[in-house]
Structure formats: C-alpha cells, structure tokens
C-alpha cells in the first residue's frame, strides 16, 4: 500500500475550477492504476475519473466528462483531478485510490479494485 496525501479542496463559485492533487509516498507511484472518487451528504461514493498506469488512457463519469481531467506526474508521485465549469452538484468530499497494476483488467469505476484511499479533501461549489 501507499500513503495518500490530497489536497486543493475547497470553496467555489458555480463555473469557476479548482485543481486537486494526490501525493503519494511508500511505494512505486508509477506501479498504480489511480482513480478519484466523491461522495456527497447522504448519497454513496461514487466513481469519478481513472487513468491507468501508463498514463495513456482516462476513465470519466458522464457526469464530468468535458470538465474534469485526471492526470498523473509520475516524477512527483501525484495525481491531479483539473476541476472546471464547476456545478453545485459536484459538491462532495473527493476521494483519491490507488489500484497497484497486477496485469488484469482495470475495473476503474469498482471502488474494490483500489487498496489505497486518502483522507478526502472538501470540495463545495456554491450557486
């Protein structure tokens, strides 16, 4: 497992953006497939955005598809969620996870597949 550091969180207006990041210490970053997770007052977590290992390809809820961009800096051990044309919906705290990449299918969306979690980071966004 590694430990996960996330910050960037915090008070918005409606259209505005913010930009999250993960850090990662205690094992090989670039060995990880990473997700972010949100989850809201009264609802389940859910799914937000992946990108495997390589880097090469991202994973989006329909929700945030266009607004949102993971991203991941294998030289800082980190992993960005860009946050744009922000909605009051997005209100959640959000979660980042990490999947250490064994050579199967990634199932991004599956909160299961990830080992690691960071502590959340508030993201609200007021109308």
């Known amino acids: 497992q590694v430990h996960l550091v996330e910050s960037g969180g915090g008070l918005v207006q409606a259209g505005g953006s913010l930009r999250l990041s993960c850090t990662a210490s205690?094992?090989?970053?670039?060995?990880?497939?990473w997700g972010w997770f949100r989850q809201s007052p009264g609802k389940d977590r859910e799914f937000v955005a992946g990108?495997?290992?390589?880097?090469?390809?991202?994973y989006y809820t329909d929700s945030v598809k266009g607004r949102f961009t993971i991203s991941r800096d294998n030289a800082k051990s980190t992993v960005y969620l860009q946050m744009d044309s922000l909605k009051p919906e997005d209100t959640a705290v959000y979660y980042c996870?990490?999947?250490?990449?064994?050579?199967?299918?990634?199932?991004?969306?599956?909160?299961?597949?990830?080992?690691?979690w960071g502590q959340g980071t508030q993201v609200s966004v007021s109308s």
């Open positions: 996870a990490g999947d250490l990449a064994d050579g199967s299918i990634y199932h991004y969306a599956e909160e299961s597949e990830y080992d690691s």
């Open positions: 205690g094992r090989s970053f670039s060995e990880y497939n």
């Open positions: 990108i495997i290992r390589s880097g090469g390809h991202a």
